[in-house]
């Protein structure tokens, strides 16, 4: 399978620091993106990053891809707890029939 | 611009019922999805439409999943008989270029719970 996996599976910080959640998938992709999802909801895009590009930013979010380890990374600086949800990573591989499959989600606590 | 729209968003059945799910996507998106996310997991894409079009229902249980996109816009997704193994969140999505270069938009999502 192609699935991204997200690593830690849960992750508590507190208000102020940084989140860090990785992301390893299988086969080679054509981008990669993340989606946040609060409880009960559905799912918001954050970032997307193509398979040429090493690092994004957007605000407070920084993305990094390592198409050699088949690994992404997505920091939060400067938490808050409106940024508690769960992220997952969402990959959409090359050779496919352009659809994205999604991890299984770090769930991110940022407590006050 | 108006989001992604999906009722109901919460569906109570007996197993062996049926029930369907209605998706209406953001006006002009060509391409539509339906996912199902499971309890503590990352979602599981079930249909993809390009238009009026399958572009990929290879993880659909056919034999009880059905889904149809009506003129290109609305969709349905319907489950018959539905399984206590159905009990989910189903969530549509579109998008307006389609997954290499763009990203989706999620409506809210239906919760099923199959008793």
């Known amino acids: 399978s192609q699935q991204g996996e997200e690593d830690p599976q849960a992750l508590s910080i507190q208000e102020g620091e940084n989140a860090t959640m990785n992301c390893s998938y299988k086969?080679?992709?054509?981008?990669l993106q993340w989606y946040r999802q609060n409880s009960g909801r559905g799912l918001v895009h954050l970032i997307l990053?193509?398979?040429?590009?090493r690092e994004k930013h957007s605000g407070r979010l920084r993305v990094t891809l390592d198409t050699s380890k088949k690994s992404s990374s997505l920091l939060i600086t400067a938490s808050r707890a409106a940024d508690t949800a769960s992220y997952f990573c969402a990959t959409d591989w090359r050779g496919g029939s352009e659809k994205l499959v999604f991890g299984k989600g770090t769930k991110l606590t940022v407590n006050p | 611009e108006a989001g992604v729209a999906q009722s109901p968003r919460y569906k109570i059945i007996e197993k062996r019922q049926s029930v369907a799910f209605w998706c209406n996507p953001i006006s002009g998106h060509a391409t539509l999805y339906w996912y199902q996310q499971i309890l503590g997991q990352g979602p599981k894409l079930l249909i993809q439409?390009?238009?009026?079009?399958?572009?990929?229902d290879s993880q659909l249980p056919k034999d009880r999943f059905s889904a149809e996109r009506l003129k290109g816009v609305d969709s349905t997704l319907k489950i018959q008989p539905a399984k206590l193994e159905d009990s989910a969140v189903y969530l549509c999505a579109s998008s307006s270029r389609g997954t290499n270069t763009g990203e989706l938009f999620f409506g809210e999502g239906s919760r099923l719970t199959v008793l």
């Open positions: 990053i193509r398979s040429n590009e």
């Open positions: 086969t080679s992709i054509n981008n």
């Open positions: 439409f390009q238009n009026n079009g399958v572009v990929d």
